[in-house]
Each structure stands twice: as structure tokens, then as C-alpha cells.
């Protein structure tokens, strides 16, 4: 069935470095690549999204970036500062929604 | 406005309480969906309601009863629940129909406890 997987499960990074996120799903007919974060005791917030019309986008010091042919799609966040700690959950869909299984980001400030 | 809200934010009930779950959202969003999120794992899909009328049933026990009154409201009726059904309860809400592309706003979640 369709499946998503996601890398690392946890990351821990210095305020001001970048993080990395990367995905990989299953399903070649998805079109659709959301991006939630998720903080403690809160629902999951969409943070940037991209569809596979597109290669890349990016909105501040967040970017994200799609290889339709690999299917792989990551998140990059530059500097990074201590309220970007959260759980992070990439998300590919088509008739409908899968999720990966999470990141855990830690800033260590 | 991107705002879906839900009550209560806590909930406890004994395994033969009946009790319900509200979401509400006011974004002119024709799908609304409920998800169950267990700790450290991503939301599970549970109902998906399209332009009223209940599209997507994803095996969930008939203990979870949705209910979708109108167009900006959705209800999660719970009896006889189990306390393995302890989670995080999301709603989410989302433009147009159910297919996976339209972009889903979620709410902050009611945490339900059963004893």
C-alpha cells in the first residue's frame, strides 16, 4: 500500500545551524506534498507545502524541494532558532493523505 | 482565518460514559475529517465528511459515531469506549472535496482519556 518514509526520527542542531528533513513515498500518482509541525499538547500547523508541478519553494527560512522522478521530497530549515523545536511530519497525497512518521527537531539554544 | 476549533481540549470518561467531541470551522471548507493521533506517532484517518455526507469510514469501530449536523460542524459521539482509545482526537477541515490535494487545517486536538 502507499507508504511514506521519513529521515531522521530525531535531529538535534545548534541554534543558527540548518536542518534537514527528507521523505520518500510510494505512491507515484501523488501530487500534493504538505509539510505540518507539531508542538507539544497542539495540533499539527502546515508550515509550506509544494505540489509536482514544482520543483522547489521556499517562504523565509523555510524551503522545500521535490525529486518527482525519485520520489523524494525534503525540508530545510536555515537558521534555525529555539521555538523550531517540534514534531515534524511530511505528508504525500493524492486521493488522500499519508503521512511519514515524524522527525523530533531539538534547538539546543 | 485558518482557524478549526475543537471542545472540549481535555476530556476523562469511564468505559460506559457516552460523551461527544465538537469541531467547528468557519473557512467555508466543504470536508471536514476526524484523525486519532496516538503518542509519538502521525494522525491515523478515521472519517472524512464531503458536502455533508460521510465519504470515507476507515474501519473505525462503531463505538466512534461521526456526525455531521452542517457544513461548519462536526461531532465525534463516543460510548462504550476502551482505554486503548486514549489519544489525541483531531479535526481537520479542507476547501472542496476529499481528494488528498486540497490542503488540510487542522485543530488543536481533544485529548481523551478513558478509564
Known amino acids: 500500500g502507499e507508504n511514506v518514509e521519513q529521515h531522521p526520527s530525531t535531529l538535534s542542531v545548534q541554534e543558527g545551524d540548518s536542518a534537514v528533513i527528507k521523505c520518500t513515498y510510494s505512491?507515484?500518482?501523488?501530487?500534493?506534498f504538505p509539510w505540518y509541525k507539531q508542538e507539544l499538547g497542539k495540533g499539527p500547523q502546515l508550515i509550506i507545502d509544494?505540489?509536482?508541478?514544482?520543483g522547489e519553494k521556499k517562504d523565509q527560512r523555510i524551503a522545500v524541494t521535490l525529486n518527482k522522478t525519485a520520489k523524494h521530497f525534503s525540508l530545510h530549515i536555515t537558521e534555525t532558532q529555539p521555538e523550531d523545536s517540534a514534531v515534524y511530519f511530511c505528508?504525500?497525497?493524492?486521493?488522500?493523505?499519508?503521512f511519514g512518521p515524524g522527525t523530533s527537531l531539538s534547538v539546543i539554544p | 482565518d485558518t482557524e478549526v476549533t475543537q471542545t472540549p481540549k481535555h476530556l476523562v470518561m469511564g468505559m460506559t460514559n457516552k460523551k461527544s467531541l465538537k469541531c467547528e470551522q468557519h473557512?467555508?471548507?466543504?470536508?471536514m475529517y476526524w484523525y486519532k493521533q496516538k503518542a509519538k506517532k502521525p494522525p491515523e484517518l478515521m472519517f472524512v465528511?464531503?458536502?455533508?455526507?460521510?465519504?470515507i469510514n476507515e474501519s473505525v469501530p462503531s463505538r466512534f459515531s461521526p456526525e455531521c449536523p452542517n457544513s461548519s460542524l462536526l461531532n465525534l459521539h463516543l460510548h462504550a469506549l476502551q482505554p486503548e482509545d486514549s489519544a489525541l482526537y483531531l479535526c481537520?477541515?479542507?476547501?472542496?472535496?476529499?481528494?488528498?490535494?486540497?490542503?488540510?487545517?487542522f485543530g488543536p486536538g481533544t485529548r481523551l482519556t478513558v478509564l
Open positions: 505528508a504525500a497525497a493524492y486521493s488522500k493523505v499519508i
Open positions: 505512491d507515484s500518482a501523488s501530487n500534493y
Open positions: 465528511y464531503s458536502y455533508e455526507k460521510l465519504s
Open positions: 481537520a477541515s479542507s476547501q472542496g472535496g476529499t481528494g488528498g490535494a486540497y490542503t488540510q487545517y
Open positions: 509544494i505540489r509536482s508541478n514544482v
Open positions: 473557512m467555508g471548507h466543504r470536508a
